[in-house]
């Protein structure tokens, strides 16, 4: 790993922690040659402060350290990507991030739609809601729609009209969101489960 820890008189480069499982940005941090190498050594991700003057390893005092996962270094060789695990918040605040954010893992617009799907069940007064109507009928047609949808998948799987086919696996992932809120559960929970088969 070649690092330029010279490109600044006083030999500190930028290190951004990223959650190695959720992929957010942790905090920001400085490293010498030192913090480095005791970074890799302990495999406890270590800093050099700026106010101090002194090595820090995150969670020292508080215990909520930092395990190192990966390092990567920019294309200019003057600043870390660190993945680590986290044990516990990161910031001193006591925040998840640096930034107030939860560190949750999220799916893109796969999160935004079963946050709509949510508020739909949650709020069934909403005029002209689907999920709603589907939801107020109870678990048994929520599991039929979803074995309807999965039936209609499988048929068009089958053809080789790829509009009809991705229709169809956009109403069973659709229904079977509803669904597994329906039964208690989110999404994280589905994916935690194959991990956890890994």
Known sequence: MKINFDKNKDGLIPAVIQDVETKKVLMLGYMNRESLEKTLQTKHVTFFSRSKQQLWTKGETSGNILNLVDIKVD???DALLISAKPEGPCCHKGFDTCWNESNE???????????????????????????????????????????????????????????????????????????????????NNVIETLKERR
């Open 75 to 77: 294309c200019d060789n």
């Open 105 to 187: 893992n999220t799916f893109g617009f796969l999160s935004e739609l079963e946050e709509i799907i949510e508020d739909r069940i949650n709020n069934s007064n909403q005029v002209n809601s689907y999920v709603s109507a589907l939801y107020s009928q109870g678990i048994n047609k929520i599991a039929q729609k979803v074995g309807e949808e999965a039936v209609e998948l499988v048929i068009e799987s089958k053809d080789t009209n790829d509009d009809l086919f991705l229709n169809e696996s956009a109403d069973l992932l659709f229904h079977f969101l509803i669904l597994i809120q329906a039964k208690g559960f989110k999404l």
